[in-house]
């Protein structure tokens, strides 16, 4: 009999099959590794307690196993499970893990400077939030997200974001890459098997939506964005398709009006759902930032947003505002996955945002990364004309193309070498030529938000040995 014991606040289960004896229970589990070394076990009078043994056969057995070297007991300490000499069996199911390479600088792109995560005003703002929360609001809760920050977001998107958004289209998530599973998931129910995205886009996203069932298709993107005319074009409209029109991931550009309305219009005429991934709208350097398209057709575009750049990915918090349609079926698919986002969470952010702490992080936000942004488009445009670089008008990253003196793997490889973190372009193609049969240039996808504020020197450093191809190595 297996069984799990509580003695004295301390849970130890033991393996108590076929009348095995106490003492071969806990040598076993010493033996492959489900009781660490270190790990306290219970008193000897709460075990017996527990077993309805004698305490004699409990003191009995942890003797034993102290004198063959499992356990460690010493007067008046509680008796603890001793380091093995050899070692221990790997236990069945331990897979060998190769620690992630731990770099020493970081340009990854999609990342935010997290040492900005505003902890004072959020745990304030959870205070407040578990203040005035009733006991009902920590049960299970509504799959749709919670109301009060359902009502919270509708009204910083359509302040913000320009979003034609009312809390009941509204549906809290866990995460973009969720989001858009659920998306999926919804959409392949209904029947469908295919799904246009940006050509290049982010590859994980695509995985997403295979996973889910659907075959990606690309359509290519230039300085105004993804070519409509590209997608009017497929012999067949994809379902739905993915777009960035704030801020082009990878490239950067900004959809232009005409291409938002010619969209739209493609969009409404072949009934293909446009989901708008509005990762990092809140960035805008230059101007005023551009409103949402889901605005020019809120029963045909998804609009998408993340805590991801503004506040951390880590969160894992993120909404949707769906055309009326979908918003039952997503919820429906919700209900089977997690059923909803942590309350908790979900009151804090509603909270942030009522308060108005939210805007005045994104402000700060703001500023300090158009300052980075510049440090880098600076040190770009001296290092040479070949890299000049694009989409640096929003957002957390600048692309590079590379010319003919530097391949991607090359300058990879020695961004490695100098434990600087970097991401390419090849990844986020889907096809390997252009429309026009040219092989795809080699490019870099710079993220200057991910370092904190002390590194970003140095990762800059860091970047121009990289580029200049100096072998200083910094590891
Ligand atoms: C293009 C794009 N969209 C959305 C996201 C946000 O994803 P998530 O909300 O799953 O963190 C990211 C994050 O890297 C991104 O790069």
Redesign the pocket.
């Known amino acids: 009999v297996a069984t799990s014991w509580s003695s004295s606040g301390l849970d130890l289960h033991l393996d108590l099959v076929g009348g095995r004896s106490l003492a071969d229970a806990i040598r076993h589990a010493v033996r492959d590794g489900r009781l660490a070394a270190g790990t306290r076990l219970p008193s000897t009078r709460a075990l017996a307690a527990d077993l309805g043994v004698a305490r004699g056969t409990v003191t009995s057995a942890y003797a034993e196993l102290a004198a063959e070297g499992y356990l460690r007991s010493r007067q008046g300490a509680p008796t603890v499970v001793a380091a093995l000499p050899g070692g221990r069996a790997p236990a069945p199911t331990a897979r060998p893990t190769t620690p992630p390479a731990e770099h020493r600088w970081n340009l990854m792109?999609?990342?935010p400077d997290l040492s900005l995560f505003p902890k004072t005003a959020w745990l304030a703002a959870t205070r407040r939030a578990l203040t005035a929360a009733t006991a009902t609001d920590l049960g299970y809760g509504d799959p749709q997200g919670h109301p009060a920050l359902r009502q919270a977001l509708a009204d910083h998107l359509g302040r913000v974001r320009g979003v034609v958004a009312t809390p009941d289209r509204i549906v809290v998530?866990?995460?973009?890459?969720?989001?858009?599973r659920l998306l999926a998931t919804v959409l392949h129910t209904a029947g469908a098997r295919t799904i246009a995205f940006e050509d290049p886009?982010?590859p994980?996203?695509r995985l997403v939506t295979a996973a889910a069932g659907l075959t990606a298709i690309g359509i290519p993107v230039d300085e105004h964005g993804i070519q409509v005319d590209a997608l009017a074009a497929l012999p067949a409209p994809p379902a739905a398709v993915v777009v960035?029109p704030a801020h082009q991931?990878?490239l950067g550009s900004t959809l232009h009006p005409h291409r938002r309305a010619a969209l739209v219009e493609l969009a409404r005429a072949t009934d293909t759902l446009v989901i708008e991934?509005d990762?990092?709208g809140e960035f805008r350097f230059d101007r005023q930032p551009v409103g949402a398209v889901q605005a020019l057709a809120p029963d045909q575009v998804v609009y998408?947003g993340?805590?991801?750049?503004t506040l951390a990915?880590g969160l894992?918090?993120?909404w949707l505002v769906l055309p009326d349609r979908l918003v039952d079926p997503v919820c429906r698919a919700r209900r089977f996955t997690d059923r909803h986002t942590g309350v908790i969470e979900q009151l804090t952010l509603a909270e942030l945002l009522r308060a108005g702490d939210h805007d005045q992080h994104v402000r700060r936000c703001r500023t300090h990364y158009r300052r980075r942004r510049d440090r880098v488009v600076d040190l770009l445009t001296e290092l040479g004309g070949e890299l000049a670089p694009a989409g640096i008008a929003a957002g957390l990253h600048v692309v590079v193309l590379l010319g003919d003196s530097r391949t991607e793997a090359d300058v990879l490889a020695r961004a490695e070498r100098h434990s600087l973190q970097l991401e390419g372009l090849g990844p986020t193609w889907l096809s390997d030529t252009s429309p026009t049969g040219a092989p795809r240039p080699g490019g870099l996808v710079i993220g200057y938000a991910a370092p904190p504020e002390h590194a970003f020197g140095l990762a800059l450093r860091a970047l121009t040995e990289v580029l200049t191809g100096r072998e200083t190595d910094t590891r």
């Open positions: 792109p999609g990342r998530c866990g995460g973009h890459s969720q989001a858009l886009s982010m994980e996203f960035t991931f990878p991934d990762y990092d998408a993340t805590a991801s750049k990915p894992r918090l993120s």
